[in-house]
Every structure is written in C-alpha cells, then in structure tokens.
C-alpha cells in the first residue's frame, strides 16, 4: 500500500511529534531546580549513578541538548497512529525505494521506544545508499509498544507478549503486507516469537537480537565444564547481577512511578543505571549510545508521561524468565552466545547464529546499527 493511500485511510492517521514548549519550558525550569543528594562512600557506579556524573549529564539536557532538533529528526520518519484492540498504536512505517523489499516489523525493548532504530532504519530500507545489495531492502514497521511512548497504555492488567503480538498481526494485515519479517530485542525478543505464532502462514522469519537458549539453574546438570564456566560468567555480568528492575516493577510500579514523573534528574538516573547495567561492551556509557541518543530517549518518556505505564510487562508477569521462541517459522539470532544453541533448539527451528558479530551494548541497534542491518539482510535473504 502506498503511503498516499495509507493516509487517507479511515483506519489510519497520520501523526507528528509536536510536543507544546510549555512541557520543553517545565522539564528545563525541574532541571535547573533539582535537590542534589550527597554522595554515597563507594567508588565509581559501586552506589549507583554517581552524582558527578549525573549533575554534568542534567546540565547538558537542561541547558545544551536541542529536544527540537531531535523531535524534527524523528518527524522525518513517516509517522502514523491507528485503534488496534482498543489501542492507540503509534508507529513509524517506512516505505523502501526499492519496490519489492521485504517488510519487516522491528519491537524496541524496555526502557527504550522507538528511538531505538533511529540509526537502523535508513540502512534496511535503502541498502543502496548504504553500499549493500538493494534487493535486500525493506520496508520497516517500527510500532510503539502499548504504555510507551505515543501509544496508549493498557487500561487493565492482564497484557502478556502475546496480546501485543496480535496488535501488531492486524497492523501489518491492515497496513496490506501479506508476508513479513518479525525482530526484536529485549521486551521485543518476546513479542516478535509470538508474531509467527499468531500468523505463521505470513511470517517469513523471525529475528531475536539475543536471549534464546540461556541457560538456567536447571541447565547445570547437563552442562560440560565450558558450558558451566560460561554460565558463571554470565552471572557475574552488571545485567545480571544488578538493580533487579523485574521484581521492583513487578512489586510496586505505582510506587516508584511519581518519582519518576515528577523529578526529571530522578528518572534519568533510573535510565543511566539500567542503560549502564546493559551495558558490557568495556566503554563509557556516553561513547557507547551517546548523550543525545540517552537524552531523546528518555525525554520521549519525560515528554509522554510513560514511566509508569512502560512498567507492565513487569507487573503482570510473575516471574522474570528468558524468551523462550517459537517453531512455527524459522528463527535467526544476531548473537547466540552466552546462550546455548543446543537449548534455544529446544523451542526454535534455528537457521542463524553468529557468533562472530561485533559485541557492544543491550541495545545492539543504537550501538552498531550497521553491522545489526547487515546482519538481518544475511538472515532474510533466503526466506524472501
């Protein structure tokens, strides 16, 4: 479907980031009035986000980062909203130059949105202008995840993966893509399985950016002395070993939710420290994701009052557990290790797994979003 047609649909609207500039005036007026806390004894992140370095990082957003050029930049993506299960879904959907490109619906995790696949889009839909193959092209749907963002949040508990993943089946039926891709990482390696669940017969593939096959306590047993060395590192990694948002959202997100509504330095340093804990790639934070990629992030959440909402995932699950998969279709990963591919083959038809692809941060797409592209091109060319 052309997006001249897409617009004028009575099902879909065209949509534009125009947040007022009184809401840019009172983030800045918090900023420059925050109530500093003193320093914990402890070296570096050892307490948490030091408090140096959270003062530079507030300094800059209040008085140097350009919300409106970063609003502009994500307006340059065509943006629309639709009523999906009672929902307003809001989504970015852009259309390759190449006619015959692949779809391919991209789910950001949490705490992220869509500013996630800013750097990823332009290399998957317009591999041309990148230096790669163009009949690997594709055209990207990136939804904003119900409760992130732009997209209404839920309105009862109860919402699983799955329910999301049925959204975004009647998006892509309602936008006309008879056959498509599905990836996603974090939150979105759970709702991208589900997608192929749901619709196997237009799915081609399913593409999870990590997390299939990690192994468990209840793995141990099975496990050669590698394997269990591995495991043990794992558990030693800042992502494992943190701040355990699961059992903190799980417990009391309303709670934790007016800190971070109503105190901007508060809720970015809850980012700083998850961001930070997602993050084993040996660098500092900042030369990893960049401050204005972390700044744009978490102002959408400011902006959007979606903190509290973003949370329920966490609330209404009881347990935290690793995606598990699907074999309805084929699954690639971008990185197999640290999970084991013996067990990810216990739930997935597995077709890709690199172990060779460049490392970095949680959030792949806004570390290495070139190296991520060509390596969605590489999974899909054969299931086109």
Same mark, same amino acid.
């Given at each position: 479907?052309?997006?001249?047609?897409?617009?004028?649909? #009575?099902?879909?609207?065209?949509? !534009?980031? &125009?947040?007022? @500039?009184?809401?840019?005036?009172?983030? !800045?007026?918090?900023?420059?009035?925050?109530?500093?806390?003193?320093?914990?004894?402890?070296?570096?992140?050892?307490?948490?986000?030091?408090? /140096?370095?959270?003062? &530079?990082?507030?300094?800059?957003?209040?008085?140097?980062?350009?919300?409106?050029?970063?609003?502009?930049?994500? #307006?340059?993506?065509?943006?629309?909203?639709?009523?999906?299960?009672?929902?307003?879904?809001?989504?970015?959907?852009?259309?390759?130059?190449?006619?015959?490109?692949?779809?391919?619906?991209?789910? $950001?995790?949490?705490? +992220? /949105?869509?500013?996630?696949?800013?750097?990823?889009?332009?290399?998957?839909?317009?591999?041309?202008?990148?230096?790669?193959?163009?009949? @690997?092209?594709?055209?990207?749907? %990136?939804? /904003?995840?119900? *409760?992130?963002? =732009?997209?209404?949040?839920?309105?009862?508990?109860?919402?699983?993966?799955?329910?999301?993943?049925?959204?975004?089946?009647?998006?892509?039926?309602?936008? *006309?893509? !008879?056959?498509?891709?599905?990836?996603? *990482?974090?939150?979105?390696?759970?709702?991208?399985?589900?997608?192929?669940?749901?619709?196997?017969?237009?799915?081609?593939?399913?593409?999870?950016?990590?997390?299939?096959?990690?192994?468990?306590?209840?793995?141990?047993?099975?496990? +050669?002395?590698?394997?269990?060395?591995?495991?043990?590192?794992?558990?030693?990694?800042?992502?494992?070993?943190?701040?355990?948002?699961?059992?903190?959202?799980?417990? %009391?997100?309303?709670? =934790?939710?007016?800190?971070? $509504?109503? /105190?901007?330095?508060?809720?970015?340093?809850?980012?700083?420290?998850?961001?930070?804990?997602?993050?084993?790639?040996? @660098?500092?934070?900042? @030369?990893?994701?960049?401050?204005?990629?972390?700044?744009? #992030?978490?102002?959408?959440?400011?902006?959007?009052?979606?903190?509290?909402?973003?949370?329920?995932?966490?609330?209404?699950?009881?347990?935290?557990?690793?995606?598990?998969?699907? !074999?309805?279709?084929?699954?690639?990963?971008?990185?197999?290790?640290? *999970?084991?591919?013996?067990?990810?083959?216990?739930? #997935?038809?597995?077709?890709?797994?690199?172990?060779? +692809?460049?490392?970095?941060? $949680?959030?792949? %797409?806004?570390?290495?979003?070139?190296?991520?592209?060509?390596?969605?091109?590489?999974?899909?060319?054969?299931?086109?």
């Amino acid at each position: 479907m052309p997006p001249s047609v897409l617009a004028m649909s #009575n099902d879909i609207r065209s949509f !534009r980031i &125009e947040i007022p @500039q009184r809401e840019v005036d009172d983030l !800045r007026a918090r900023l420059a009035g925050t109530r500093w806390p003193g320093q914990l004894p402890g070296e570096g992140w050892s307490r948490g986000v030091p408090v /140096s370095y959270l003062k &530079e990082l507030c300094g800059y957003w209040q008085a140097g980062y350009d919300w409106r050029a970063h609003e502009a930049r994500l #307006n340059e993506f065509p943006q629309y909203t639709t009523e999906i299960d009672g929902q307003d879904i809001h989504f970015l959907h852009v259309r390759s130059p190449e006619p015959d490109a692949l779809a391919l619906i991209l789910t $950001h995790g949490w705490p +992220n /949105s869509v500013v996630e696949f800013t750097d990823l889009i332009g290399p998957l839909t317009d591999p041309r202008a990148h230096g790669a193959d163009p009949s @690997q092209a594709f055209h990207v749907v %990136a939804p /904003s995840v119900p *409760g992130f963002g =732009f997209s209404s949040p839920p309105r009862e508990s109860g919402w699983t993966p799955g329910r999301v993943a049925g959204i975004w089946a009647e998006l892509m039926r309602r936008l *006309g893509y !008879r056959r498509y891709g599905t990836e996603g *990482g974090d939150l979105g390696a759970y709702v991208a399985p589900e997608v192929a669940k749901i619709a196997p017969d237009r799915v081609a593939g399913v593409y999870v950016i990590s997390g299939l096959g990690f192994p468990t306590q209840d793995d141990v047993g099975d496990m +050669n002395d590698d394997e269990r060395a591995d495991f043990a590192s794992m558990m030693q990694q800042d992502w494992a070993k943190g701040v355990d948002h699961h059992g903190l959202l799980r417990a %009391a997100p309303q709670t =934790f939710a007016y800190g971070w $509504h109503d /105190s901007p330095a508060g809720a970015l340093a809850w980012m700083l420290q998850k961001f930070h804990e997602f993050n084993p790639a040996g @660098q500092p934070l900042e @030369q990893v994701i960049g401050c204005d990629a972390l700044l744009t #992030n978490t102002s959408l959440y400011w902006l959007t009052g979606t903190f509290g909402s973003s949370s329920w995932p966490y609330y209404d699950s009881r347990q935290s557990a690793w995606p598990e998969g699907q !074999r309805a279709v084929p699954t690639g990963v971008y990185s197999g290790p640290p *999970g084991l591919r013996r067990l990810a083959e216990r739930h #997935n038809t597995i077709t890709h797994w690199p172990e060779t +692809n460049p490392a970095g941060h $949680h959030f792949i %797409a806004m570390d290495h979003p070139a190296p991520l592209a060509a390596d969605l091109r590489t999974f899909f060319a054969p299931l086109r």
